[in-house]
Nanobody, 123 residues
Framework: QVQLVESGGGLVQAGGSLRLSCTASGRTFSTANMGWFRQAPGKEREFVAAITWSGYNAYYADSVKGRFTISRDNAKNTVYLQMNSLKPEDTAAYYC????????????????WGQGTQVTVSS
């Protein structure tokens, strides 16, 4: 059974930075495509970023492109989301996701989900 555990969320002022981490266990991390989604209060969950198992390809939502960077360390079974120039509209619960079949931007492209970590950006 795959377990994804997020950390690194918190409260930050607009313009600040945070780095989210997600550590995976229970299955071979180095062959997993990984990603992040987020859900703000009252809104639908949305794609943020994804990275292929090799780390060679990364994908971003237009709303975070140029500000967020997804990366991975297969030796540590961990994927990261570096978030810079944060805005109040980035406030959301952020979820780590994994798939051993495909990489995409839809929720259905991923079959394993973490519990989420809260990011709050104050203005």
């Amino acid at each position: 059974q795959v377990q994804l555990v997020e950390s690194g969320g918190g409260l930050v002022q607009a313009g600040g930075s945070l780095r989210l981490s997600c550590t995976a266990s229970g299955r071979t991390f180095s062959t997993a495509n990984m990603g992040w989604f987020r859900q703000a209060p009252g809104k639908e969950r949305e794609f943020v970023a994804a990275i292929t198992w090799s780390g060679y390809n990364a994908y971003y939502a237009d709303s975070v492109k140029g500000r967020f960077t997804i990366s991975r360390d297969n030796a540590k079974n961990t994927v990261y989301l570096q978030m810079n120039s944060l805005k109040p509209e980035d406030t959301a619960a952020y979820y780590c996701v994994a798939s051993w079949l495909r990489v995409g931007v839809r929720e259905a492209d991923f079959d394993s989900w973490g519990q989420g970590t809260q990011v709050t950006v104050s203005s």
